[in-house]
């Protein structure tokens, strides 16, 4: 591995670990107005600048790399605009890429109010109106995968092509402990090291090593009031996608970890797969819940594919 990889790798490994929205596998486990102004320099190695603009009186900060068709990036819960550090390059080659930090994580504002995921469909489309985006594809992991569904179905002119990659949005079974959901704000390593495994499939990704890194970063990243609003936005059940995607026209791509331990395959996977009988649906092997950083090849290879139909 690379100098400059293994950089990029160290950056954006703790950011991962809580772009997920799990469900449960069963009892007490989670298995589950616009003026752009330049920003500072990117500090991860690698990584483009990111920009900034202002979203509903916030301030968002965002990659903005490429040109040609739209595509936006959009990570999971606890992530940042880091977490496509392996795909910029590859998509940026054929489109402009644009991924935010969405608001209340990363380095975008952090108000404090009532997080739900259609904050979040609403804060996008204030956000491409403000770039003078028309129209875009949306790529989408984990929570991420549940924004673009959501916008798609609510805002469905603005959207040209949507890629899932290991989504949530499903209700938790009746059966599910909630209080379990207290686990994707980790602030043990014992925590941690749970997340790991069932994030990773790769076992460089979840080296003891790196687990002290990633909870300090998860301590610095400012989002637990965050994180928490939404979990308690699913305590009450708001935004799922039960019984709604037959009303997503666009083409639809999903893109899932065999291995994935948070949102799986035979229970998330194959549902958006049901719901949704005429997407393409791609199985990743020997990968986790974030297939753009295990699989990044053939990642960007489907994602190139699939947006260059």
Not at 70 to 84: K, Q, Y
Not at 179 to 197: A, C, D, F, I, K
Not at 214 to 240: C, F, H, K, P, W
Not at 285 to 299: I, L, M, R, S
């Amino acid at each position: 591995m690379s100098r400059h990889r293994r950089a990029a790798l160290s950056s954006a490994l703790a950011l991962f670990i809580l772009s997920t929205l799990a469900h449960a596998q069963g009892r007490a486990d989670v298995r589950r107005s616009v003026a752009l102004t330049p920003a500072p320099a990117a500090t991860q190695a690698g990584l483009p600048a990111p920009k900034e603009t202002v979203v509903f009186g916030q301030r968002i900060q965002y990659v903005d790399v490429g040109s040609g068709p739209v595509v936006v990036l959009l990570h999971g819960l606890g992530g940042n605009s880091t977490n496509w550090a392996f795909n910029f390059a590859a998509l940026s080659q054929k489109f402009r890429v644009i991924a935010p930090d969405q608001i209340g994580f990363g380095r975008s504002d952090k108000p404090l109010i009532n997080y739900r995921v259609q904050t979040y469909a609403d804060f996008l489309d204030k956000f491409l109106e403000g770039l003078n985006v028309e129209r875009a594809s949306l790529v989408g992991n984990s929570m991420g995968g549940w924004i673009a569904a959501l916008y798609a179905l609510k805002y469905p002119k603005r959207v040209e092509r949507i890629v899932l990659a290991d989504a949530a949005g499903f209700a938790p079974p009746k059966d599910f402990d909630l209080s379990t959901l207290s686990g994707l704000n980790p602030s043990t390593r014992e925590q941690v090291r749970y997340l790991m495994n069932l994030v990773f499939f790769n076992p460089a990704f979840k080296a003891d090593a790196n687990v002290d890194a990633t909870l300090a970063a998860r301590i610095a990243a400012g989002d637990g009031y965050t994180i928490q609003s939404l979990v308690e936005s699913i305590y009450r059940n708001e935004d799922m996608l039960d019984g709604k995607l037959a009303g997503v026209k666009q083409p639809v791509l999903i893109l899932w970890g065999r291995e994935d331990g948070l949102t799986p395959l035979a229970r998330e996977g194959e549902k958006f797969k049901k719901e949704m009988p005429s997407a393409q649906f791609v199985v990743f092997d020997n990968c986790g819940h974030v297939p753009q950083a295990e699989k990044a090849a053939e990642f960007n290879a489907a994602v190139l594919k699939f947006l260059s139909q």
